[in-house]
């Protein structure tokens, strides 16, 4: 059974940073691509970025700069370094996982986690 767990939400102030994980389990986690979603209340679900197996990474344009996908194959955790918040980032993040071989279909999803930034 496939699980992707999120941690290391929670509030923070505009400007401030904050560093999401996600632990993966019951698959193989090197050959999936990982990726970070994200929901705003009232809006769709939208891309945030994705790194593939090979450590290429690919971001939505308002996160460029400001946030940043890594990948621990030995520890089966993706995660997402976010700096310079703005109020416009909150949502709930979810990470998926996609097959290395079909890097656009997410199979798997986390349960998501609340990120707010205030103002």
């Known amino acids: 059974q496939v699980q992707l767990v999120e941690s290391g939400g929670g509030l923070v102030q505009a400007g401030g940073a904050l560093r999401l994980s996600c632990a993966a389990s019951?698959?193989?986690?090197?050959?999936?691509?990982m990726g970070w979603f994200r929901q705003a209340p009232g809006k769709k679900r939208e891309f945030v970025g994705a790194?593939?197996?090979?450590?290429?990474?690919d971001y939505a344009d308002s996160v460029k700069g400001r946030f940043t996908i890594s990948r621990d194959n030995a520890k089966n955790t993706v995660y997402l370094q976010m700096n310079s918040l703005k109020p416009e980032d909150t949502a709930v993040y979810y990470c998926?996982?996609?097959?290395?071989?079909?890097?656009?279909?997410?199979?798997?999803w986390g349960q998501g986690i609340q990120v707010t930034v205030s103002s």
């Open positions: 019951g698959l193989t986690f090197s050959r999936h691509t």
């Open positions: 790194v593939s197996r090979s450590d290429s990474t």
């Open positions: 998926a996982a996609a097959y290395w071989m079909t890097p656009a279909n997410y199979d798997y």
